[in-house]
């Protein structure tokens, strides 16, 4: 069965000067959809965005040792689209999205780069998580296995990409840390059980030498008529940008990674604030 890629890029363009500041129709869309379920809240917040630019690594925290910018709409890798679409459809209004931001960001929300959650699998997932705005959901969905990563001292001095990082060998995240893992087989028979709205991690074989194990992130939107559901995710492919791709295909795609993939984790964003009483 043959499956196309969704790739839509409608989005009105940023100039340079204002790529930090939030555009008029996101904003305009957040508070239209503030009532509406939160994956309803996610896909219509975040669909002007589709066809911005990939941009790895583009924010930071304005000053040394990284003086990127703490927000942008012009361009995002992964897991700052994912970041800004949540903060986006879990505040209230879009003045209060950046505590969310930070929230997910930081440590305890505290504004660092050494208290940045750089690390998908040893501080981003667990730290988050543990804060309540995240459920693994994974187990519920289909016959899942554990995989187990330790990360040592030895592994961050050995591993090249150490040096991408302004931190010191004592302040890199160190210990064991595991993730519940849905095999590609099993993500394919359960793709249609994953709820709209939930984080799909894509998560590689475990190499002894390499401490990162998570390397993508997107979010699932419903599926419509006849179609099966997609991912959007600011992605590398194609020349990178914001798009969507149905996720038969994305699942098929992932068996032909260079590094093998070990499969899928699924979290499910938890509504914040008031409206996590009111709605589903």
């Not at 289909?142 to 001292?153: A, D, F, P």
């Not at 991408?164 to 394919?188: C, H, I, K, R």
Request: glycine share 8%.
């Amino acid at each position: 069965m043959l499956f196309f890629i969704v790739f839509v890029a409608f989005a009105e363009p940023i100039e340079p000067a204002d790529f930090g500041v939030l555009p008029d129709n996101v904003a305009r869309i957040a508070r239209e959809v503030a009532d509406r379920p939160l994956a309803e809240r996610m896909k219509h917040i975040s669909e002007p965005f589709l066809g911005r630019p990939y941009e790895i690594d583009g924010l930071g925290e304005g000053i040394e040792p990284d003086q990127d910018p703490p927000v942008r709409y012009d361009a995002f890798d992964c897991v700052t689209f994912i970041e800004e679409i949540l903060a986006l459809s879990w505040a209230g209004d879009p003045l209060g999205a950046p505590s969310y931001r930070n929230a997910l960001r930081y440590e305890d929300g505290e504004v660092g780069y050494e208290h940045r959650n750089h690390f998908m699998l040893a501080q981003w997932i667990p730290e988050n998580i543990a804060s309540g705005f995240f459920e693994d959901i994974t187990h519920t969905l289909g016959e899942t296995h554990r995989i187990e990563k330790e990360v040592t001292r030895s592994v961050w001095r050995n591993w090249a990409g150490t040096n991408g990082f302004t931190l010191s060998l004592d302040a890199l995240p160190v210990g064991t840390y595991g993730l519940n893992v849905l095999s590609l087989d099993q993500a394919e028979a359960a793709m249609e059980k994953i709820p709209p709205g939930s984080l799909i991690l894509t998560v590689r074989r475990p190499n002894s030498w390499k401490p990162i194990v998570v390397s993508h992130v997107g979010f699932v939107i419903a599926a419509e008529g006849d179609e099966p559901p997609m991912i959007r995710h600011a992605t590398k492919m194609s020349g990178g940008s914001v798009r969507d791709h149905l996720l038969p295909w994305y699942f098929d795609h992932m068996r032909w990674y260079k590094r093998p993939v070990e499969g899928i984790s699924v979290l499910r964003p938890i509504d914040q604030g008031p409206r996590s009483a009111l709605v589903p």
